[in-house]
Structure formats: C-alpha cells, structure tokens
C-alpha cells in the first residue's frame, strides 16, 4: 500500500482527485484540514482559511496580496475561521501536449489557504512538477474582490504582471480561481480602476490537456501499491498507463474514465501492483487512447509523474 511521507500526505492521496473544478457535478472540492505543519502559504499569503464559506458568502470579500493581509468581511464565520490549517489547493499550470500548450491541473498543500486566492499565489510560485511551468511572474496579482453572487471575481495586476497577458495566461487565472472557489465565475482583471478585459473559462476540450494526473504526487514514497487518479476525455473512455525505469517499460495497462462522450473531463482512478518493482525512482505517464497508433491524428495527449518505491 501508499505510504506517504506525512498523514497529510495521506489525507491528499485520497481527496485530490475531489478537488475537481471541471468535473461537475460529482467532484467537489473537499479541504484537507489535518492541522499538520507543511508547507507555509507561499511568500507573503497570511491568509485566514475560509473554506467554501467565501464562495457563500452574501457579502463582497476583499483581501490585499501584499504585506500582511486579512480578509475585510462582514462574515464572522469567515473571520472566526483558524489559521494554520493545511489544504489541498488546486491551480493551474502550462504544459506541452501534441496541440500546443495547454493547462494541467496541480494540487499542492498550503498552510492557511483561502479559495481562489492561494491559487493565485501558487501560480506566481509556480509549479511543484518540472513538466509545467507558470506564465505569471512573482508578484503579478495585488489584490482579489471575490463577489460570487455577481459571479465576477475581480484580479488586480501590478506592474509585475505581463502587459498584454496571453489568452493562456488569462485562462491559468480563470481556471485557477474557479477550482479554488467551486463557482463558475468569471474574472475580471484590473491594472489600477481601469478592467483591460473580463474572461469566463474557455471551452475545456480546446484549453486543458485531455489527461491529467492527481495522484500521485510528484516524488511520492509507495510501498506495495500505487495509487492513481486523474481526469481524461479518452477514446471509449479507455486511459492506457506505463510504468517507466530507465526509459525502459517495466509495466503497462491501462484505466477505464467514467466516461468520454461530453465536451469535458471526466475522473479515472485505480490501483497498480508495485510491489515486484525494486527500490528507486520510476515515472508514471498515462495517456490518452490513440486507435491509429499514430497514423492519424496528432498523437496521444499525455501526463507523467516520478514516484519512489521504498
């Protein structure tokens, strides 16, 4: 069986995959709150832990991203939320697929989160796989407005930020904060009073890789069995996985997705026996069914992560 570093490594391997923004409506977000010391917010993010109470909320949230802020609400249940609870946050990262980039979903754990915020700040710290990367810079985002009855949320860029944001980038945000609030909103982005452009989400099958790895997470310790959940719009549902040593294939099969007809992402998962395999590091890829075998098409969409057996 998985046996994870921490208990809130655990605690991640089994609710990640929950934490599904595009998966609807099935897959909700569900907070990690093991009050186990991890991984502070990144920089300067002392944020009050919100829970889904900020999506609920009737009133208008804002929060500063610079010095030390705290939420200005007049929700006591917001503001008598403890800090220091760790939760797996959802954000979204630029990755090479046979069409170009596109955006994978990543789950790290952070120490007094707050939803759609701490998202924000992972896509300025960037990713926690070397397969992805960010294309928000340290110190892009100033301040959030979070109005989820309006369905806009408000993204305040300071002179950090890029000056002409790609469509990519903006979509990083939209995704981003969707994931972290469970609400389909839109984001309006600000540089000072002046909104330079309002963006809802992109259609998923043109924006998101059509694989995407959960669990495991990148350099996770197993023994026995590994673990693995994702999402994917595969061909009959039909998500083939290899495991890789040494660029030589030491195993291979494959996962079945709840489904594939739907212009959307939907959740797989299963067990791999791993406990043949020697001690060291492997790489998990899983991928996309591609029937042709590369005749047709543009090839196999894919998604990998290293994992160490014990």
Same mark, same amino acid.
Do not use: C
């Given at each position: 069986?998985?046996?994870?570093?921490?208990?809130?490594?655990?605690?991640?391997?089994?609710?990640?995959?929950?934490?599904?923004?595009?998966?609807?409506?099935?897959?909700?977000?569900a907070?990690?709150?093991?009050?186990?010391?991890?991984?502070?917010t990144?920089?300067?993010?002392?944020?009050?832990?919100?829970?889904?109470?900020?999506?609920?909320? &009737?009133?208008?949230?804002?929060?500063?991203?610079?010095?030390?802020?705290?939420?200005?609400?007049?929700?006591?249940?917001?503001?008598?939320?403890?800090? *220091?609870?760790?939760?797996?946050?959802?954000?979204?990262f630029?990755?090479?697929?046979?069409? *170009?980039?596109?955006? +994978?979903?990543?789950?790290?754990?952070?120490?007094g989160?707050?939803? @759609?915020?701490?998202?924000?700040?992972?896509?300025?710290?960037?990713?926690?796989?070397?397969? +992805?990367?960010?294309?928000?810079?340290?110190?892009?985002?100033?301040?959030?407005?979070?109005?989820?009855?309006?369905?806009?949320?408000?993204?305040?860029?300071?002179?950090?930020?890029?000056?002409?944001?790609?469509?990519?980038?903006?979509?990083?945000?939209? +995704?981003?904060?969707?994931?972290?609030?469970?609400?389909?909103?839109?984001?309006?982005?600000?540089?000072?009073?002046?909104?330079?452009?309002?963006?809802? &989400? &992109?259609?998923?099958?043109?924006?998101?890789s059509?694989?995407?790895?959960?669990?495991?997470?990148?350099?996770?310790?197993?023994s026995?069995?590994?673990?693995?959940?994702?999402?994917?719009?595969?061909?009959?549902?039909?998500?083939?996985?290899r495991?890789?040593?040494?660029?030589?294939?030491?195993?291979?099969?494959?996962?079945?997705?709840?489904?594939?007809?739907?212009?959307r992402?939907?959740?797989?998962? @299963?067990?791999?026996?791993?406990?043949?395999?020697?001690? *060291?590091?492997?790489?998990l890829?899983?991928?996309?069914?591609?029937?042709?075998?590369?005749?047709?098409?543009? *090839?196999? +969409?894919?998604?990998?992560?290293?994992?160490?057996?014990?």
């Amino acid at each position: 069986m998985n046996r994870p570093d921490t208990e809130l490594d655990r605690q991640l391997a089994d609710l990640l995959h929950d934490a599904v923004a595009e998966v609807e409506p099935e897959d909700r977000l569900a907070d990690v709150r093991a009050r186990i010391p991890r991984r502070a917010t990144p920089r300067r993010w002392g944020l009050v832990a919100g829970g889904g109470a900020l999506a609920l909320a &009737a009133t208008v949230t804002v929060v500063a991203l610079t010095g030390n802020p705290s939420p200005v609400t007049t929700d006591p249940d917001i503001a008598d939320e403890p800090t *220091g609870v760790t939760t797996a946050v959802p954000a979204y990262f630029v990755g090479e697929t046979p069409t *170009g980039d596109r955006l +994978y979903r990543e789950f790290q754990a952070v120490q007094g989160a707050t939803p @759609g915020l701490s998202g924000l700040a992972l896509l300025e710290s960037g990713p926690t796989d070397p397969d +992805y990367r960010t294309l928000w810079p340290d110190g892009s985002f100033e301040e959030q407005i979070s109005d989820p009855e309006a369905g806009v949320v408000h993204v305040f860029l300071t002179d950090a930020a890029p000056e002409e944001p790609s469509d990519l980038a903006l979509q990083q945000v939209v +995704y981003t904060v969707r994931a972290g609030l469970q609400e389909q909103v839109e984001v309006a982005f600000h540089r000072g009073e002046t909104v330079v452009d309002t963006v809802a &989400a &992109a259609p998923q099958l043109q924006t998101l890789s059509l694989v995407s790895l959960s669990d495991p997470a990148e350099g996770q310790q197993v023994s026995g069995t590994l673990d693995v959940k994702g999402v994917a719009n595969s061909h009959e549902a039909t998500v083939p996985w290899r495991i890789v040593k040494d660029d030589v294939d030491v195993d291979a099969s494959f996962f079945t997705a709840r489904d594939w007809m739907g212009e959307r992402l939907f959740p797989f998962e @299963g067990e791999i026996d791993v406990s043949s395999l020697d001690p *060291g590091t492997y790489t998990l890829i899983v991928e996309t069914s591609d029937p042709s075998g590369g005749s047709e098409g543009f *090839g196999p +969409y894919s998604d990998s992560r290293s994992f160490v057996v014990e």
